[in-house]
């Protein structure tokens, strides 16, 4: 049985050792990993826990990767040896993984495979909650909590070419709020202000924005109904802030906003390939031309992925933790 190398989980924390390498089934691709990036459903996976079908006791860690296809599974028409592809899915950091056929995405060229493995998570994610789900119509109003997150950086740069008028990015740090502008912010504010829902109001001539993508939850959800028009938006795709909190069910209903959760842990495989080709059609060709990045923090070698996860856990970075798999 041929072995690789991959990083686990273990009592210890993520340990570098060898493992079955997989085999392509029909409808899949064998990549060789280049290069693969953290994400926060990392450290959960880290204690043994799982993301959706991904992770599990054993398995090796890491949930977004981009690298080269070295074989073509059966009934496969759509990819061929030597494409450059990336994709959401397990075995991030371990020198082989098995894609998908409609469920990876091509690399366009001129970008490395670095640059490429940070973008599959947020790509999906913010085009199925900003434009499926959230429903963003040219020129309106949008408001992003935890807009210095990885998928917070997208999400404004997504706004931006779907169209959006005002973009607003929140982050409670200054340095890292100082930047935002760079990635699509119209106006960055800091939720432990007071007054960031005023702000929200002046800038909307008192109205509120049209569509608020939370990252945040816990204690923010009664001021994200404030600062959401009457008969806007709100789609929760992340709870970096906490799993519950006070919710004003009277506010919500005299607001009338839509209130929208997603994930990707109870879509089904149709589901998840018909997120993937409308990411495909809308956003690809922003991606090739350079107007959607993702910035990198750090490249860490696979012997250092211990390292790359206790950054992570410091919440340090500004950007996207890279491990590299060559």
């Known amino acids: 049985m041929a072995m690789m190398k991959a990083v686990v989980a273990s009592p210890d924390g993520p340990v570098l050792t060898e493992v079955s390498m997989p085999t392509p089934r029909p409808g899949t691709v064998l990549v060789k990993v280049k290069a693969g990036a953290l994400n926060r459903a990392d450290l959960g996976m880290l204690r043994g826990g799982t993301h959706g079908t991904v992770g599990g006791a054993g398995t090796p860690l890491g949930l977004e990767w981009a690298g080269e296809i070295v074989e073509v599974g059966a009934d496969v028409s759509n990819w061929q040896v030597g494409d450059r592809v990336m994709a959401a899915g397990g075995n991030a950091f371990a020198d082989y993984a098995v894609g998908h056929a409609h469920r990876i995405y091509p690399v366009p060229p001129g970008l490395s495979f670095e640059e490429a493995a940070t973008l599959p998570v947020a790509l999906q994610t913010e085009h199925d909650a900003i434009s499926t789900n959230g429903r963003l119509r040219a020129g309106e109003t949008i408001l992003v909590q935890g807009a210095s997150s990885g998928v917070g950086l997208m999400a ?34 800091d939720t432990r202000d007071p007054d960031w829902v005023g702000q ?37 795709v992340g709870r970096l802030g906490g799993m519950s909190g006070e919710f004003n069910f009277d506010l919500h209903a005299l607001r009338r906003i839509e209130y929208i959760g997603v994930t990707f842990r109870t879509r089904s495989a149709a589901e998840v390939e018909q997120i993937v080709s409308l990411t495909t059609r809308d956003l690809l060709p922003a991606l090739a031309e350079g107007r959607l990045r993702l910035p990198i923090h750090r490249v860490f070698p696979l012997s250092e992925v211990p390292e790359a ?18």
Do not use: W
């Open 156 to 189: 404004m740069q997504v706004a931006k070419f779907l169209g959006a008028g005002l973009v607003i990015g929140t982050s409670g740090n200054a340095s890292r709020r100082a930047r935002l502008g760079e990635f699509g912010a119209d106006l960055a504010l």
């Open 200 to 236: 929200v109001l002046s800038a909307t001539d008192g109205r509120g924005v049209d569509l608020l993508i939370d990252h945040v939850a816990g204690p923010l959800a009664n001021d994200n109904l404030k600062a959401t028009r009457i008969g806007g938006r709100i789609v929760n």
């Open 309 to 326: 996860f206790a950054m992570m856990k410091r919440n340090e970075h500004f950007g996207k933790i890279v491990v590299s798999v060559e």
